[in-house]
């Protein structure tokens, strides 16, 4: 069974950086796409960032490009997302998400989703 365990989140103020680790077990890492989705207060849930099973790819919602990056731990089977120059639309809770194959920034491709971590950024 797929579990996706995020850590990282917390309390910071607008500009600062953080980054989120999703740490996964249960699936072959070497052949998952892995995302990030969030979700804001009163908001629909939307796609962040994906990074390929080779992680030769990434892909990040207009939003963030520039100011997050993407990446895998192919060794920890972890992926991260850091996350610089925060600002207040960022405050949200972010999902770790994970599929076979190949990428998507689609929610319905993801078969696997983490708990969730929350992050909030005070202006």
């Known amino acids: 069974q797929v579990q996706l365990v995020e850590s990282g989140g917390g309390l910071v103020q607008a500009g600062d950086s953080l980054r989120l680790s999703c740490a996964a077990s249960?699936?072959?890492?070497?052949?998952?796409?892995m995302g990030w989705f969030r979700q804001a207060p009163g908001k629909e849930r939307e796609f962040v960032a994906v990074?390929?099973?080779?992680?030769?790819?990434?892909r990040y919602a207009d939003s963030v490009k520039g100011r997050f990056t993407i990446s895998k731990g192919n060794a920890k089977n972890t992926v991260y997302l850091q996350m610089d120059s925060l600002n207040s639309e960022d405050t949200a809770v972010y999902y770790c998400?994970?599929?076979?194959?190949?990428?998507?920034?689609?929610?319905?491709?993801?078969?696997?989703w983490g708990q969730g971590t929350q992050v909030t950024v005070s202006s």
């Open positions: 249960g699936l072959t890492f070497s052949n998952s796409a």
């Open positions: 990074i390929s099973a080779l992680g030769q790819y990434t």
């Open positions: 998400v994970h599929k076979y194959g190949g990428t998507s920034n689609e929610q319905a491709d993801f078969s696997s």
